[in-house]
């Protein structure tokens, strides 16, 4: 279990984490989120002791990471994906820390196997790719078999198979009653691996939830219609009070009625459905509305999910806070 309680981080003026609490509990993949320049990397160090906290604390199965006797067999962590000498071999790379935590020599052989990397692990590291580097480093969070694992962006470089080979992973750790903490900017995806999320904005914290329930917080709250009778659907629609709109594949979007007043309505009209389906915001819909004033930097001209053709200006947004909280194996190898 990870704790961290008032955590703040100051270097110089610029308050990079700022009172910032949560807990991330075991048997369920927890993710980080938050806009470029949030304070998740800075939070993860601090948690693992590579930066000292201007106040707060933060506990790793109830004690600070320096105080663990033996730390790679508490806790894991792929914090940068190159924190490896390049003139080593994968394998001499883990046989060094192997060592040095008192880790049999077997687990090096296994974890190589978890990741994929047995045929080049006699290979310098140096000459990997990023996506090989990315499985060198989540082979060396797993080396202790630890209870607690922090990822921060671990599928960055993965080719399609290795991301979905990474998500799988993730949760089988977890299943498997670990701590598993993983910070990423891929929206979509964290909606597929995680559980429960952690957002942060401007160091401070925005929600601290379940997917769902974060998700649940979109605006985003619609109904689609398939119909081959588009044109009367539309008029009943919009007699019902509901607006709705054509998408280009022909199908109808409609606000302002449930699925059932809209599945009642085709019956009292003796309308012809194909399709009637709820349309709920998605992860990455409520993480843009909620982050909103939370981005440090955005591109001029973007207010939605387009941005303005040409564009290429930072605008700085205000600084408003939010303060509303809701407590395997494989054997592809990316190629260079």
């Not at 003026?13 to 470029?36: C, H, I, K, Q």
Request: hydrophobic share 40%; proline share 4%.
């Amino acid at each position: 279990m990870i704790v961290a309680r008032g955590l703040t981080k100051r270097y110089g003026r610029t308050l990079a984490v700022d009172n910032l609490s949560f807990e991330v509990t075991p048997g369920v993949v927890t993710g980080f989120l938050g806009p470029n320049g949030s304070g998740k990397s800075t939070t993860m160090r601090m948690i693992m002791a590579l930066d000292n906290p201007t106040s707060g604390t933060t506990l790793v199965n109830g004690k600070p990471y320096a105080e663990l006797a033996w730390p790679l067999r508490e806790v894991g962590a792929l914090l940068d994906a190159k924190a490896y000498h390049p003139a080593r071999s994968a394998y001499d790379h883990l046989l060094f820390l192997a060592r040095s935590n008192d880790i049999a020599r077997s687990r090096i052989d296994e974890v190589l196997d978890i990741v994929g990397l047995t045929e080049v692990a006699h290979q310098r590291a140096g000459k990997y790719s990023l996506g090989m580097g990315q499985r060198l480093g989540i082979a060396t969070a797993l080396l202790g078999d630890p209870g607690v694992l922090l990822f921060d962006e671990p599928i960055n470089g993965l080719d399609p198979e290795g991301i979905r080979w990474a998500r799988f992973l993730l949760r089988d750790l977890a299943a498997e009653g670990r701590t598993v903490f993983v910070s990423s900017h891929l929206i979509n995806e964290m909606s597929l691996t995680a559980d429960r999320l952690v957002v942060i904005g401007r160091g401070t914290l925005i929600a601290e939830t379940s997917v769902s329930e974060f998700t649940s917080q979109s605006v985003l709250d619609a109904v689609r219609v398939v119909t081959p009778m588009t044109d009367i659907f539309m008029a009943a629609l919009c007699d019902a009070g509901a607006a709705a709109t054509v998408e280009t594949d022909g199908s109808i979007v409609a606000t302002g009625l449930s699925t059932a007043q809209i599945g009642e309505l085709a019956a009292d009209r003796i309308l012809t459905l194909h399709e009637l389906s709820p349309l709920r915001g998605s992860l990455e819909d409520a993480f843009m509305e909620l982050t909103h004033d939370a981005v440090e930097f955005r591109a001029g001209g973007a207010s939605g999910s387009r941005t303005g053709a040409g564009s290429n200006t930072l605008t700085r947004p205000s600084t408003g806070h939010h303060d509303a909280h809701s407590r395997t194996r494989t054997n592809p190898k990316e190629r260079r």
